[in-house]
């Protein structure tokens, strides 16, 4: 032990400050050093909590898989991360530094945070290629040409997002007539057009078949390659467990258990809350 750290002949209330300038020199070094931070969220509807005391933090480049029973909070947290809902209480920090209590969800989308809601929401009488290039327009409208990147043009860009969602053979069909999976693959096509930093996707593999479930899964690793960081919120525990990445269980709007998808789902508070014996 160093001199300087010796705890001799201070007041209490010197420690006391001592100790809060070290705990909030901590805290700051915690929100700079994540992409996504949320710390003692609380939001209740005309008084029930929905999020209570809700951490979670999620590193640049990271891909999260968030479960729970219906009515844990996930699509609530999903709503207070992208703006839609204001939390009474706690810390939301994005990419460092960016307080997200602050900005609406304009705004929010414009940094960078895609979300894909659970029903997709393509334009069903326009062909694929046409859905990613009006997704294309709308980034324009909203991000103002001053952001936009113009290192890839945007048919390169279009033909990396095909592929990566693998309809570049279906480029020209009408988005009406692809399958459920296919739909879902698209508007995480739309998303990708946009290149956010952040994707939070909700149950994407409700409905799909066991083959599309396993092509998502491949396609979101595939994303999480390519240096997005991704949140995905799902009950099909085989697709989770093929993500291959850490588990945050929610339960009554707070965490329950978070670890390898083995540590959680052996966690008896789990067993009991969600998965069942
Ligand atoms: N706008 C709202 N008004 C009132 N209650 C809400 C609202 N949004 C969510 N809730 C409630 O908050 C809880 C969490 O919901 P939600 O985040 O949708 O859970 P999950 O996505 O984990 O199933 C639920 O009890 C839900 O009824
Ligand atoms: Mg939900």
Known sequence: MSVTEMPVAHAPAVIDAQAA????E??????????????????SFDGFHAINNLSLVLAA?????????????????????????????GDVYFDGSVDL???????IAELGIGRKFQKPTVFESQTIEDNLLLALNVDHRVRGTLFWRRSMDESERIDRVL?????????????????????????IGMLL????????????????TDVETHQTAELLK?????????????????????????????????????????????????VEVYLGR
């Open 21 to 24: 300038a070290r705990e909030a």
């Open 26 to 43: 901590a805290r700051q070094k915690r929100i700079t050093s994540a992409l996504l931070y949320l710390d003692g969220v609380h939001v």
């Open 61 to 89: 480049g990271e891909m999260r898989a968030i479960i729970g029973p219906n009515g844990a909070g996930k699509t609530t947290m999903m709503d207070i991360i992208t703006g839609k809902t204001k939390p009474d209480e």
């Open 101 to 107: 209590t602050q900005l609406d969800e304009t705004r």
């Open 163 to 187: 592929e990566t969602i693998r309809l570049t053979d279906s480029r020209d069909r009408l988005a009406g007539n692809l399958s459920h999976g296919q739909k879902q693959w698209l508007e």
């Open 193 to 208: 057009a946009q290149d956010p930093k952040l994707l939070l996707v909700d149950e994407p593999v409700a409905g799909m």
């Open 222 to 270: 595939e994303i999480n390659r390519h240096h997005k960081t991704v949140v995905v919120v799902e009950h099909d525990m085989t697709f989770v467990r093929e993500l291959g990445v850490k588990v945050t269980c929610l339960h009554e709007g707070t965490v329950l258990a978070e670890g390898t998808i083995d540590q959680v789902s052996q966690n008896d508070r789990v």
